[in-house]
């Protein structure tokens, strides 16, 4: 079975401050991990992936996620956050075998303040 | 540029009744989906097509039907509609398995069930 858990419903940060949104995973095998965000009234759109290689992934926006193998995490951040970040991320993960399709988060709510 | 198109956009069902969520892509991916977003509750998979004729079952199918006749329409059927399936719908779809390509998300059906 796979599972992601991000732990913060909400994210608060302040324009021009770094940002981080956590995400943890559950997998069997080694896992694919994704970032999507979510703007109002609109469908998911894709960020950034882990498939291998570098743990550091640079994305979409500025965007970047590290994958931690030994805690299995894949926090979102961000070195300064723009206003226009605001939106609802959504971590998803899937085993590195087979067809099993992806699996969500509960998502996380990004809002930056001016 | 259309890309994956789902109509329609809003709609009202009085219990009992039923409907179908169109959804169309036109990029040639073989993977398509549908997912029911409730607030705080994330995305959850309802059905998923490898490929025309072939549907499998997600995380959520009961009350919901679909078929996959061409390789760009991807329709969802509701039967007997229940309040509990009060949600926005989203359709996506992917060249090849989600393992290493990413999905591609319509703009979303809210449907309210009264």
């Known amino acids: 079975a796979q599972s992601v858990a991000q732990p913060e419903d909400q994210v608060n940060v302040a324009e021009g401050n770094p940002l981080t949104v956590k995400c943890t995973y559950s997998?069997?095998?080694?896992?694919?991990l994704f970032w999507y965000v979510q703007y109002p009234n609109r469908g998911l759109q894709f960020l950034l992936k882990?498939?291998?290689?570098?743990?550091l992934v640079k994305g979409s926006y500025g965007f970047e996620a590290e994958f931690n193998k030994s805690q299995t995490s894949f926090h979102l951040k961000k070195p300064s956050a723009l206003v226009s970040d605001s939106a609802l991320y959504f971590c998803?993960?899937?085993?590195?075998?087979?067809?099993?399709?992806?699996?969500f988060g509960k998502g996380t709510r990004l809002s930056v303040i001016a | 540029n259309a890309g994956v198109t789902q109509t329609p956009k809003f709609r009202i069902l009085k219990i009992g009744q039923s409907m179908t969520l169109q959804c169309t892509q036109d990029m040639n991916h073989n993977y398509m989906y549908w997912y029911r977003q409730d607030p705080g509750m994330g995305l959850k998979l309802i059905y998923y097509?490898?490929?025309?004729?072939?549907?499998d079952k997600g995380e959520v199918p009961n009350g919901y039907n679909v078929s996959r006749s061409t390789t760009e329409d991807f329709p969802l059927r509701l039967e007997l509609a229940a309040p509990s399936q009060t949600s926005v719908y989203f359709c996506?779809?992917?060249?090849?398995?989600?393992?290493?390509?990413?999905?591609?998300f319509g703009a979303g059906t809210r449907l309210s069930v009264l």
């Open positions: 997998v069997s095998g080694n896992p694919y």
């Open positions: 996506a779809s992917s060249y090849q398995a989600p393992v290493k390509n990413i999905q591609y």
């Open positions: 097509s490898v490929g025309a004729g072939i549907t």
């Open positions: 882990y498939i291998t290689g570098d743990n």
């Open positions: 998803a993960v899937v085993r590195n075998s087979g067809n099993t399709p992806l699996v």
